[in-house]
Structures are given as C-alpha cells and as structure tokens.
T-cell receptor, first 115, second 116 residues
Framework: DSGVTQTPKHLITATGQRVTLRCSPR?????VYWYQQSLDQGLQFLIQ???????AKGNILERFSAQQFPDLHSELNLSSLELGDSALYFC??????????????FGPGTRLTVL | AQTVTQSQPEMSVQEAETVTLSCTYD???????LFWYKQPPSRQMILVIR??????QNATENRFSVNFQKAAKSFSLKISDSQLGDTAMYFC?????????????FGKGTHLIIQP
C-alpha cells in the first residue's frame, strides 16, 4: 500500500458525460500528479499540482481539468467523454522539497470505461 | 523532450534464473533521475529502484540492481534469483531534475513472465 488513495476504483459512463476522479496523497506529500494509461498511448503524464498550484502540464486534453484543494486532495475532471478516454487513471504523490526529483508513489488507479 | 525506449515487449525465464530488462533513453539534459516501476496483474504501480544521474554507483535493492551507462544513455534492470511474484509489466521512467516540476516519461514496458 503506497498510502495514496483514489476513488472510485471503477467508473462506467456514457459518451458526452462528465466525471470526477478523486485522489488523496500520502501524508506529508505536497505534490500530486495525474497519469493516464491506455493500450494505444501507454502511460502518459497529464498534469501536476504542488500545494494547490498547477506546476507542470503534460498531454492533457482541453476537455480535462484538475485542481488541488487546501487539504491537498486533488480531483481530475473529465468532460464531453469519448470512447477513447476509456483508460486507467493514476494519481501519484511526492514530497517535492525543492531541487531534484522526489520519488512518485502511485495510487491504485481508477478504471474508466466510456460506453 | 525526452524519450524512453524498452525494446523487449515480452520476456520469459524460469524461476531462480537471472534476467535483464533493457531501457534506453534520449535527453539533452545532464541532471535527471531514472526509475523502474513494476505493474503486477493488480495494476498497482510499484517503485522497484531509482538512480540519480549524477551518481556513478549503480543502485541496488535486494535482488534488483541496475546497470546505468550515462554516456550510452542506457539503464538496464537485473533481477537475480527470479521469483513467481516478479511476473509483471516493468516500466522504465525518466524524470528531469528541474526543481521537482515535471511528470515521469515512461517507456512502453516489458512484460516479464517467470515460469515455475
């Protein structure tokens, strides 16, 4: 158990809908990362938040957005869902003390199926 | 942008054997970190080992060790005395050490099967 929690574990929805995925980082970690894992794209970095502020952006679609709240949990919002958005979505967290890179610890993931 | 290449889509070895998974990467940066993550059938991403590019000494964690060749941009993972529980997807990942701001760049993975 990495200490990172994600809810829900599974989500089934229809095209055009909007969903919210939730992540709670490890105790003491200030940074949250979101990743998408799909068969055709592999594991892709979407976005990073640090202490409530957006820190880095990866291959995140405009239909997707995220935020990090004062209690440091994060939510990933996916809207106007398409079949191709079906994937496993991971959240990871790290301390991020400054220079260098801290190890990222991953949550169990949310399996999204868009029908 | 950096790229990570894992040229072995699948490998299969007998239990107790030693196996080496290959990873090469391409970057113009001099300061970075490299990781191996394991993803068993449960789909959980588990850190196996980490290597800082500025360290010449290869990282070791129990039965897992790496061969880091910075000039060749190569980062292979050696698993000694392989066990059935080592069966998983293994991903090589790169992180730029630019103040902790950036996500990981992953390779496409190697599916390792340990046969009894």
């Amino acid at each position: 158990d990495s200490g990172v929690t994600q809810t829900p574990k599974h989500l089934i929805t229809a095209t055009g809908q909007r969903v919210t995925l939730r992540c709670s980082p490890r105790s003491g970690d200030l940074s949250v990362y979101w990743y998408q894992q799909s068969l055709d794209q592999g594991l892709q970095f979407l976005i990073q938040y640090y202490n409530g502020e957006e820190r880095a952006k990866g291959n995140i679609l405009e239909r997707f957005s995220a935020q990090q709240f004062p209690d440091l949990h994060s939510e990933l919002n996916l809207s106007s869902l398409e079949l191709g958005d079906s994937a496993l979505y991971f959240c990871a967290s790290s301390v991020v003390l400054g220079l260098g890179t801290d190890t990222q610890y991953f949550g169990p993931g949310t399996r999204l199926t868009v029908l | 942008a950096q790229t990570v290449t894992q040229s072995q889509p699948e490998m299969s070895v007998q239990e107790a054997e030693t196996v080496t998974l290959s990873c090469t990467y391409d970057t113009s940066e001099s300061n970075y970190y490299l990781f191996w993550y394991k993803q068993p059938p449960s789909r959980q991403m588990i850190l196996v080992i980490r290597q800082e590019a500025y360290k010449q000494q290869n990282a070791t964690e129990n039965r897992f060790s790496v061969n880091f060749q910075k000039a060749a941009k190569s980062f292979s993972l050696k698993i000694s005395d392989s066990q059935l529980g080592d069966t998983a997807m293994y991903f090589c990942a790169f992180a730029y050490s630019g103040g902790g701001a950036d996500g990981l760049t992953f390779g496409k993975g190697t599916h390792l099967i340990i046969q009894p």
